[in-house]
């Protein structure tokens, strides 16, 4: 046993002893009346302790009320240590009363590598989420009861190393295939893209962001009409809030989270910003029954992340602290921590996969019968797959036509623009629309001013 895990069980069994005692004596309870307990547990968790206890008939349901009376300030008071952000808990699981302090900084393991776990967590859509409080390894996956997660934590709580963790794991499994997109612009993501099984460049604006949904929804398709099941497709979507005021991502994303798992199509959706609101569609949240919840800012945000009142994600700690949630499991987590020795290790084992892209360009192409909506007019192509050109691209497209330019140019006209960097398929569709327009302008007569 270590001088830190000595301590701990040390502190712990102080605090259990500290309440059984009191307890007894009726110090607890309001009326001055004892309350028996029968067994007492106690568990030194890397990043909190927990003393739980077992009380005869009723007694429980007062012991749980006695020390969440005014915030807990009762059990604050016994704990013989001062707890990390201040946060002491107490609630009821199964017939358990379980109070909960975090370590402070001296007692507290924040950096568990995952090499230390495990790397290969078996394949089948699993992967290494981190420790639990009990010291046993923690794995998550995609399966008939979690077919979708949702990954939701504020800055500062670990998400993105969560999800990277998830991701380079997921992406040592040859069969799997991974869709990236990243409402930060790729903050998050974009370093993962040539990662084996990635099947297309990180989509960072809404434009790339459309066109990765919508390769997804008929992949999705495809596979349900060929009965192809020879590997896992797993949409990843970092800060996905970013997009839901687009009509379009929200439809592709409900129709992604309700349909893709008989076609082993997965997806893993986080935020830093957990409401009702974020999801674009309500539907597409509950469809979302996996969950890692790391540190949120309240109480609402913790029921959104958790999916439920209790347990309380805005009581986690920060800095890789999580539960992992699903139908019938929860475990109190620190994440497991990957650096670039993890991600050589898996780039060596890939067997020439590492970057050999599927699709090199997220063209943003709608099938109005697939997205269950009418989509924009096909702009002269002839009906089929239309082709969304907003206001301020078919202006860029304009500009670029009026002064001669070429695709190259005019790809960089819309990085100016504030309008990301479209791919070249694109880029030459946007460069024909406006040449064909400054044609049609100049031959009614109208004039377009060049810039001064």
Request: proline content about 5%.
């Amino acid at each position: 046993m270590t001088d830190l895990q000595g301590k701990r069980d040390e502190l712990l069994k102080t605090w259990a002893h500290v309440i059984w005692t009191n307890a007894q004596r009726g110090k607890l309870d309001s009326g001055g009346k004892p309350i028996q307990i029968a067994k007492a547990r106690i568990i030194a968790g890397p990043r909190a302790g927990v003393v739980r206890f077992q009380c005869a008939d009723l007694d429980g349901g007062r012991l749980y009320r006695a020390l969440g009376r005014n915030e807990c300030a009762a059990l604050a008071e016994q704990c013989p240590f001062d707890p990390a952000r201040d946060i002491v808990s107490v609630e009821m699981c199964g017939r358990w009363v379980q109070c909960e302090a975090g370590w402070p900084s001296g007692l507290a393991v924040t950096k568990i590598p995952l090499s230390t776990l495990s790397d290969k967590p078996g394949g089948k859509g699993r992967w290494v989420v981190g420790q639990s409080e009990k010291g046993n390894t923690v794995i998550a996956g995609f399966n008939d009861g979690t077919a979708m997660f949702l990954l939701a934590g504020a800055t500062g709580s670990g998400k993105s190393v969560a999800l990277r963790s998830a991701i380079l794991q997921l992406s040592a499994d040859p069969t799997n295939k991974i869709i990236l997109c990243d409402g930060k612009r790729g903050e998050s993501l974009k370093p993962l893209e040539r990662l084996p099984g990635v099947v297309g460049p990180c989509a960072v604006d809404l434009p790339a962001i459309r066109g990765a949904l919508s390769w997804t929804v008929k992949e999705m398709l495809r596979r349900y009409d060929s009965g192809d099941r020879q590997s896992r497709l797993i949409m990843v979507f970092d800060e996905f809030q970013t997009a839901t005021d687009d009509k379009a991502v929200i439809k592709m994303l409900h129709i992604i989270t309700s349909q893709g798992r008989g076609a082993w199509v997965n997806a893993a959706m986080a935020t830093q910003h957990p409401d009702l609101a974020c999801f674009g569609d309500p539907k597409t949240r509950r469809n979302l029954t996996g969950k890692i919840a790391l540190r949120v800012e309240d109480p609402d945000a913790s029921r959104v992340a958790v999916g439920a009142a209790n347990p309380r994600a805005d009581f986690l700690l920060g800095a890789g602290d999580c539960y992992c949630l699903g139908p019938g499991r929860r475990h109190r987590a620190q994440g497991a921590y990957t650096d670039d020795t993890d991600i050589a290790r898996v780039m060596e084992r890939a067997n020439g996969r590492a970057g050999q892209w599927d699709v090199t360009d997220w063209e943003p192409l709608y099938d109005p019968d697939v997205m269950g909506q009418s989509g924009p007019a096909d702009n002269g192509n002839g009906g089929g797959v239309s082709f969304e050109v907003s206001g301020p691209e078919l202006a860029v497209s304009l500009a670029a036509a009026v002064e001669s330019a070429g695709r190259p140019t005019l790809k960089r006209m819309m990085e100016q623009a504030g309008l990301g960097k479209p791919g070249s398929s694109r880029a030459q569709r946007l460069l024909e629309l406006g040449r064909d327009a400054f044609v049609w302008l100049d031959a009614n007569g109208y004039a377009i001013a060049q810039p001064a």
